[in-house]
T-cell receptor, first 114, second 110 residues
């Protein structure tokens, strides 16, 4: 079956712009979570959605937001981009709810802010 | 903030040798998972061990968990060049997220 699909793979944006990243989970997976990976901070949890409801949110400013659609696809948005937002953004999906069989990650979106 | 630390930060071994890396964490957990990442790509789930388990095997992987010491170890036996990657432990505290360690970079020399 198809894996977790993240689009786009690469993105270059200018400071102050906004960006939307997309994630399509594995068919049947209803939980989608997002992580930011940087060399300095490592892998940091952003938020998790299940059945269109955000169940947990990491310690990120309000510029970072997300949503999940009825087909479980998810998007995350970053507004007013800063240089420090340059990172690899990873999406993960899981089934059943709590990921007690592990998560499947997408290949990520590499965002560069210039 | 990250849940804990991994040790060592980097490891270089000869093909055929075993690789051992350790992970420590801070809070109570539901399970602990290990992931592999190749060259900044996505994470691949390797193995999950529940808090009531002490040891688990999967192919050439062996994971131990000591909840009293809040630590885990991952052993890769008979390493291959294809095992060259970064390895991350991640804890699940049943709060719908994973908390990752800083990772161990493993280089397997031919």
């Amino acid at each position: 079956k198809a894996g977790v699909t993240q689009t786009p793979r690469y993105l270059i944006k200018t400071r102050g712009q906004q960006v939307t990243l997309s994630c399509s989970p594995i068919s049947g997976h209803r939980s989608v979570s997002w992580y930011q990976q940087t060399p300095g901070q490592g892998l940091q949890f952003l938020f998790e959605y299940f059945s269109e409801t955000q169940r947990n949110k990491g310690n990120f400013p309000g510029r970072f937001s997300g949503r999940q659609f009825s087909n479980s696809r998810s998007e995350m948005n970053v507004s007013t981009l800063e240089l420090g937002d340059s990172a690899l953004y990873l999406c993960a999906s899981s089934f059943p709810r709590t990921g007690d069989r592990g998560y499947t990650f997408g290949s990520g979106t590499r965002l560069t802010v210039v | 903030s990250q849940q804990g630390e991994e040790d060592p930060q980097a490891l270089s071994i000869q093909e055929g040798e075993n690789a051992t890396m350790n992970c420590s964490y801070k809070t109570s957990i539901n399970n602990l998972q290990w992931y592999r990442q190749n060259s900044g790509r996505g994470l691949v789930h390797l193995i999950l061990i529940r808090s009531n388990e002490r040891e688990k095997h999967s192919g050439r992987l062996r994971v131990t968990l000591d909840t009293s010491k809040k630590s885990s170890s991952l052993l890769i036996t008979a390493s291959r060049a294809a095992d060259t990657a970064s390895y991350f432990c991640a804890t699940d505290a049943n709060d719908y997220k994973l908390s990752f360690g800083a990772g161990t970079t493993v280089t397997v020399r031919a």
